[in-house]
């Protein structure tokens, strides 16, 4: 049996994540350069986040997390693996078929539920084309998540989260051929040269879509069956494994579904205002690089390694894998959060200002940032605190603690947004994140020792947020010195470099001096 090499796991998804983060970062640039904030731009977000949206809900979230601890014990025990990862598959693609076809045909009420805010004007019936033409993608996308899930529980993390770089390496290429293509439209059409780049970068987009996802799929089944695991399509039926699967997964898609009216709320409030879809995406970009890079990362190794520890008796390994995995995220995520609060200006004007994409755009997103920072170690957190619950194949705690923060986050979001506009939103994102972390950790105390801090985590937490707190003040004084150059064309990216710089510098100088973390580990962990 391969052993799930924890460390090296969450260093190999880690990095090939922040190589999709970064790959998206040049994806979203683009976007933002030739279709800014308007209204093309909107339709194509809500449009894209709808089958977003769904693929959390069916495979990222109630699927996966029933499957994958079901799935580990069966490869830990010899039982049976690779047939109930088949009849998983099928059953995953009969079901996200028919839902594909109805999401298609009943499109023009979906976008009503993500964007109501756009009846009466031109974002409704873009956002209903470009949804029609995105939509194949939940199937593809999440029978790639299934075959991930696969390939993360026998402990090969490459393929899996090599996969997501090619969704933006497609869209970064449909926007080089559809600009190419904008000015021939423009003659044909007789509408301005942006105008044309706009519609045909918007068209390109959403068309290339679930092209993507099928270019993930065949990747991650070809790094399957290379595992043992060949999954094909044949015909379904219903066996005592898929029916407990089933159980244990309702009560995971009733909190995935939660979840997902969270992300309604917030589409929902900024829908009424304008651009503000627009800005809530390109900060959710920004903060979604730490997230992705460290929580992902953290989520997708502990879950298949706690259960397999669980399955096998090894209490002390699950409980020394959990602090662990809290520790190292923290001191990852938590000088993120500081620096997302502290230097959002120079990052969201650098990034994303230019062409369309103007300096009010500019102060909104860096202001989205900013809230969102507050919120990144609570969201980060819940990545490790989740699995002591699935592990167990427990998801109606899970659900329960959801139903709590949409309410809290409906009460915030809707509430405030009279008051303080759009940024109510986030606001409410990152105090239900914190909330969240709450009810984990509460519900958390009565399993035992393998849920329980450890002497070194609770040791380097504090010296963690000495060390992040040191990190911020030289980025604040950094940035005042170096403020003229954020504006200034060809020296910009050279004052970002500097400033991002001295943040990683300041950090672990200081980090190693009050002993928040020793730079020796981190080799030894590519080891473990």
Do not use: C
Not at 30 to 46: C, D, S
Not at 66 to 76: L, N, T
Request: glycine share 10%.
């Amino acid at each position: 049996m391969k052993p799930i090499r924890l460390m090296s796991g969450f260093f190999t998804v880690g990095i090939w994540t922040l190589l999709s983060r970064v790959m998206g970062f040049a994806r979203d640039i683009m976007i933002a350069g030739y279709l800014g904030t308007g209204p093309v731009a909107e339709a194509f977000l809500v449009a894209f986040s709808l089958p977003n949206l769904f693929r959390r809900f069916f495979a990222e979230g109630a699927f996966n997390m029933a499957f994958i601890p079901m799935f580990s014990k069966k490869v830990e025990g010899g039982d049976g693996a690779e047939e109930f990862a088949q009849d998983a598959f099928v059953g995953m693609a009969v079901i996200l078929t028919f839902f594909t076809i109805l999401g298609i045909v009943f499109m023009p009420l979906l976008v009503t539920a993500m964007a109501s805010g756009f009846r009466g004007d031109e974002r409704f019936d873009l956002a209903v084309e470009y949804g029609r033409y995105a939509f194949p993608y939940i199937l593809f996308i999440s029978l790639a998540a299934l075959l991930s899930g696969v390939l993360n529980a026998t402990g090969r993390f490459m393929a899996a989260a090599a996969a997501p770089v090619l969704l933006n390496v497609v869209f970064i290429l449909a926007i080089i051929v559809a600009a190419a293509l904008g000015r021939p439209l423009s003659d044909t059409l007789g509408v301005s040269l942006d105008q044309a780049l706009g519609l045909r970068v918007g068209d390109s987009l959403a068309l290339s879509v679930p092209f993507a996802g099928f270019v993930q799929m065949a990747v991650v089944w070809w790094a399957a069956a290379r595992a043992g695991y060949p999954l094909r399509l044949k015909r379904p039926r219903m066996t005592p494994e898929l029916k407990r699967l089933a159980y244990i997964a309702a009560p995971a898609a009733l909190a995935g579904g939660v979840v997902q009216i969270n992300l309604l709320v917030g589409r929902q409030v900024a829908s009424f205002f304008e651009g503000a879809v627009a800005w809530l995406n390109y900060a959710d970009r920004l903060y979604q690089l730490p997230l992705g890079v460290v929580g992902i990362a953290i989520g997708v190794v502990l879950l298949p390694d706690l259960s397999r520890r669980l399955r096998g008796g090894d209490t002390a390994g699950g409980r020394d894998a959990f602090n662990r995995a809290s520790e190292l995220s923290l001191a990852l995520t938590v000088p993120a959060a500081v620096a997302l609060v502290v230097i959002p200006m120079p990052l969201t004007s650098v990034l994303f200002q230019r062409g369309a994409f103007t300096a009010d755009d500019t102060a909104a997103t860096a202001l989205t940032v900013a809230v969102y920072g507050l919120g990144l170690p609570a969201f980060v957190l819940q990545k490790t605190l989740q699995p002591l619950f699935f592990a167990r194949e427990d998801t109606r705690s899970p659900f329960k603690y959801a139903v709590a923060a949409m309410i809290l986050n409906l009460v915030l979001a809707v509430g405030l947004s009279p008051f303080i506009g759009f940024i109510a939103a986030a606001l409410g994102t990152t105090m239900t994140g914190w909330a969240m972390v709450v009810m984990l950790w509460r519900g958390s105390r009565d399993m035992g020792e393998a849920a329980n801090l450890d002497a070194r985590f609770k040791t380097r937490i504090w010296r963690i947020i000495i060390a992040s707190g040191g990190m911020g003040v030289a980025l604040w004084i950094t940035q005042v010195i170096l403020g003229p150059y954020f504006g200034t064309p060809g020296l910009r990216y050279i004052a970002l470099t500097a400033l991002v710089t001295t943040g990683i510098i300041s950090y672990f100088a200081i980090g190693q001096a009050v002993g928040a973390f020793k730079l020796h580990e981190f080799r030894r962990a590519l080891r473990r």
